[in-house]
Nanobody, 122 residues
Framework: QVQLVESGGGLVQPGGSLRLSCAAS????????MAWVRQAPGKGVEWVST????????RYTNSVRGRFTISRDNTKNTIYLQMNSLKTEDTAVYYC???????????????RGQGTQVIVSS
């Protein structure tokens, strides 16, 4: 069965950096776009970024473009989210998602991991 396991969250000061990872299994990883979404306290789920199946194309929501970088390693069935210049408003639980074949860039996935908490605070 599909499994997505996120890691790398934690507490960081504003302006700091974190790198999230998501290890995937149970499906043909290199065939699918993968995404990161997040949910801040008291808010709905927000799409953050998507990477193409081959890793060469990426998309970002406006609030993180230029600060976050999504990538993937198809030899390790893993995606990453490098987060720099973190702001307090980036505080959220971050989830990775597997997108359906042919999904649009910001479409919600059909599978989601359990998430990793990111807290940006001084």
């Amino acid at each position: 069965q599909v499994q997505l396991v996120e890691s790398g969250g934690g507490l960081v000061q504003p302006g700091g950096s974190l790198r999230l990872s998501c290890a995937a299994s149970g499906f043909a990883f290199s065939n699918y776009r993968m995404a990161w979404v997040r949910q801040a306290p008291g808010k709905g789920v927000e799409w953050v970024s998507t990477v193409s199946s081959d890793g060469f194309a990426t998309r970002y929501t406006n609030s993180v473009r230029g600060r976050f970088t999504i990538s993937r390693d198809n030899t390790k069935n893993t995606i990453y989210l490098q987060m720099n210049s973190l702001k307090t408003e980036d505080t959220a639980v971050y989830y990775c998602e597997k997108l359906k074949f042919g999904a649009t860039w910001d479409e919600m996935g059909d599978y989601r991991g359990q998430g990793t908490q990111v807290i940006v605070s001084s």
